[in-house]
T-cell receptor, first 112, second 115 residues
Framework: EDQVTQSPEALRLQEGESSSLNCSYTVSGLRGLFWYRQDPGKGPEFLFTLYSAGEEKEKERLKATLTKKESFLHITAPKPEDSATYLCAVRGLSGGSYIPTFGRGTSLIVHP | DTEVTQTPKHLVMGMTNKKSLKCEQHMGHRAMYWYKQKAKKPPELMFVYSYEKLSINESVPSRFSPECPNSSLLNLHLHALQPEDSALYLC??????????????FGSGTRLTVV
């Protein structure tokens, strides 16, 4: 069974204070690791897909990296508008080939 | 059009009511999903439609009844719900086959309150 663990559960940063969110996973044959951003009361917004160890993707102040056991979402010089819950999900070879397993998310608050 | 549109945005219903949630996408995605999300929890898969056919039902109670009238529309019919069914109901869509590694496109959700 695929498992995803995100840490920390909650993170408070000052504007401009860079940090990283962690997503540790156990999966049989990784077919994709996904990062989403979710604002309160809204649906998740797709950010990145990573496929293989060593891969990196960037979007504005966000950079996602992948190893064989975990992924990091690095946030550089965050702004208050980056405040949201960040969800990590993985797809493996087990079960439905296109059904991801979600982590519980990291709630990020960036103070001005 | 790169959006998934859900209606209504908010719904309050009594335990004896019948209501429906609607979801629409025009991205040509052939997989559509219903998720349920409680506060501070990850989305929980309910149903998956692939090429308009129900392919996954995650042991959801029969008071939830999905329907996929065509490749762009997905409905969730609600009947005799319980207060614990109150949640954010999310619709999502994605490509199928070679698109398996694409992320989902989620709608903004319907906030359902059962009284």
């Amino acid at each position: 069974e695929d498992q995803v663990t995100q840490s920390p559960e909650a993170l408070r940063l000052q504007e401009g204070e860079s940090s990283s969110l962690n997503c540790s996973y156990t999966v049989s044959g990784l077919r994709g690791l996904f990062w989403y951003r979710q604002d309160p009361g809204k649906g998740p917004e797709f950010l990145f897909t990573l496929y293989s160890a060593g891969e990196e993707k960037e979007k504005e102040r966000l950079k996602a990296t992948l190893t064989k056991k975990e992924s990091f979402l690095h946030i550089t010089a965050p702004k208050p508008e980056d405040s949201a819950t960040y969800l990590c999900a993985v797809r493996g070879l087990s079960g439905g080939s296109y059904i991801p397993t979600f982590g519980r998310g990291t709630s990020l608050i960036v103070h001005p | 059009d790169t959006e998934v549109t859900q209606t209504p945005k908010h719904l309050v219903m009594g335990m004896t009511n019948k209501k429906s949630l609607k979801c629409e996408q025009h991205m040509g995605h052939r997989a559509m999903y219903w998720y349920k999300q409680k506060a501070k929890k990850p989305p929980e898969l309910m149903f998956v439609y692939s090429y308009e056919k129900l392919s996954i039902n995650e042991s959801v109670p029969s008071r939830f009844s999905p329907e996929c009238p065509n490749s762009s529309l997905l409905n969730l019919h609600l009947h005799a719900l319980q207060p614990e069914d109150s949640a954010l109901y999310l619709c999502a869509s994605s490509q199928v086959g070679t698109g398996e590694n694409y992320g989902y496109t989620f709608g903004s959700g319907t906030r359902l309150t059962v009284v």
